[in-house]
């Protein structure tokens, strides 16, 4: 079985200042994981994916995520928050064979402080 | 050009009615899911289609009835709506064959069951 947990239901930065979102899975076989993005009343979008490749992992808009074994952690970060970043983060993994089914963390929301 | 529409984005419902949702994605991707969020935003997988055949069913109330007419289609139909329907239900799509491929989400239907 998979899961992913976010730590943290609400981050809040202040613009220009680190973002640092957290996210650790649990997975029985050779995880994919994924960070996605939802702004108000939209759909998600992927923000960026690892996928074994390299661990650590630069995605859209700035943000880039480093892939962890040890600590079973996929964290999402950007060096310098804009206000437009204010959104709902999601982090999900798959990796079950026979399928493709994300599992979702409980998200976190990120607001920027002017 | 959309990649992944839905129709309707809102939808307010009496209880005991029977709606339709309906998704199209002009991708060319293989596999088409629906998900759904709750109003604390957890997003869980409900259905997955591969080629128009039924391959992740996640516990999901019969009233529920995913129907694929075409790799490019995957409606939803719910029969006798209940107050604890009312959601956010994303269709996504995906192409299958390697396990870290993103899926692409809709914007989403809002259901209100009153």
């Known amino acids: 079985a998979q899961s992913v947990t976010q730590l943290g239901s609400h981050v809040s930065v202040s613009e220009g200042a680190l973002v640092l979102l957290r996210c650790n899975y649990s997975s029985s076989v050779p995880p994919y994981l994924f960070w996605y993005v939802q702004y108000p009343n939209q759909g998600l979008q992927l923000l960026l994916k690892?996928?074994?490749?390299?661990?650590l992992v630069k995605g859209i808009n700035g943000f880039e995520a480093e892939f962890k074994k040890s600590e079973t952690s996929f964290h999402l970060t950007k060096p310098s928050a804009h206000m437009s970043d204010a959104a709902e983060y999601f982090c999900a993994v798959s990796g079950q064979r026979g399928a493709q089914k994300l599992v979702f963390g409980q998200g976190t929301r990120l607001t920027i402080n002017p | 050009d959309t990649a992944v529409s839905q129709t309707p984005k809102y939808l307010v419902t009496q209880m005991g009615n029977d709606k339709s949702i309906k998704c199209e994605q002009n991708?060319?991707?293989?596999?088409m899911y629906w998900y759904k969020q709750d109003s604390k935003k957890f997003l869980k997988i409900m259905f997955s289609y591969n080629n128009k055949e039924l391959i992740i069913n996640e516990t999901v109330p019969n009233r529920f009835s995913p129907k694929s007419p075409d790799k490019a289609h995957l409606n939803l139909h719910i029969n006798s709506l209940e107050l604890g329907d009312s959601a956010v239900y994303f269709c996504?799509?995906?192409?299958?064959?390697?396990?870290?491929?993103?899926?692409?989400f809709g914007q989403g239907t809002r259901l209100t069951v009153v």
């Open positions: 996504a799509s995906s192409q299958s064959g390697r396990l870290n491929t993103e899926a692409f």
């Open positions: 690892y996928t074994s490749a390299a661990t």
């Open positions: 991708l060319g991707h293989d596999t």
